[in-house]
């Protein structure tokens, strides 16, 4: 069981830039493949980042490659998304997942049984 808590979130222009947190308890963190997925309103769920938990291969979505950049501190047991460059596009609630199956794809969100609250980023354009 892993508990996740994202922070970081909030208003920013277009062209801004914020960080994500997300800290997770247990002591097992760096077994963990962990993702970064978001939810506009009215929208599915997407993926966004994802980092294994091994060798640390990052995986983004064709739409934040360049802009974004995903890592995890597995001494503090936390996994940050880098934001630069953002878009209005970009405003969504975004939501940390972790898993333990190494097997299961990184991209869908029904692969991770463990979610954080999620945190809002808004872009103002």
């Known amino acids: 069981q892993v508990q996740l808590v994202e922070s970081g979130g909030g208003l920013v222009q277009a062209g801004g830039s914020l960080r994500l947190s997300c800290a997770a308890s247990?002591?097992?963190?760096?077994?963990?493949?962990m993702g970064w997925f978001r939810q506009a309103p009215g929208k599915e769920r997407e993926f966004v980042a994802s980092i294994r938990s091994s060798v640390g291969s990052t995986y983004y979505t064709d739409s934040v490659k360049g802009r974004f950049t995903i890592s995890r501190d597995n001494a503090k047991n936390t996994v940050y998304l880098q934001m630069n460059s953002l878009h209005a596009e970009d405003t969504a609630v975004y939501y940390c997942?972790?898993?333990?199956?190494?097997?299961?794809?990184?991209?869908?969100?029904?692969?991770?049984?463990?979610w954080g609250q999620g945190t809002q980023v808004t872009v103002s354009s």
């Open positions: 247990g002591r097992t963190f760096s077994r963990y493949d």
């Open positions: 997942a972790a898993k333990a199956d190494t097997r299961a794809t990184m991209l869908y969100p029904r692969s991770y049984p463990y």
